[in-house]
Every structure is written in structure tokens, then in C-alpha cells.
């Protein structure tokens, strides 16, 4: 059993932080599923989520990028 504390409420804010670590290659998706009791599939989850909202800012201002 991990150290860490169940978190029973993710946030956006944390999900993003996970994320984070884990293209930063601080971490990993198992290693994420595993400390925190989630499926790998649930880590994936999020991380194309990630990906989808972080390429939808891009576009945000079109007109600038002309």
C-alpha cells in the first residue's frame, strides 16, 4: 500500500498536475494508476483530454496565427 492519500474528489486542477509529471517524464501512466488507485485506462483518459484542450487553446485566437 502506497503512502500516498486516497484522493476521492479529482479536480481538474490535480488532473492536470498529473499530466504534467507524466509528459514532463517524471512519472509514468502505471506508476500514476498504481500509486493512486486508478485504471491505466483512466490515466490515458485524461491525458487525451489533455491533449484535445491543449490543441483547442491553440486555436483559440485564429486570427492572430494569420
Do not use: H
Not at 514532463?24 to 490515458?44: F, I, M, P, W
Amino acid at each position: 500500500m502506497s503512502n500516498e492519500p486516497t484522493v476521492k474528489r479529482w479536480t481538474a486542477k490535480r488532473k492536470a498536475a498529473v499530466v504534467m509529471d507524466i509528459f514532463k517524464g517524471k512519472t509514468t501512466v502505471a506508476e500514476v494508476a498504481r500509486q493512486y488507485d486508478l485504471t491505466v485506462s483512466e490515466v490515458e483518459g485524461w491525458i487525451e483530454e489533455a491533449q484535445r484542450n491543449m490543441e483547442n487553446g491553440f486555436r483559440a485566437r485564429p486570427k492572430d496565427i494569420r
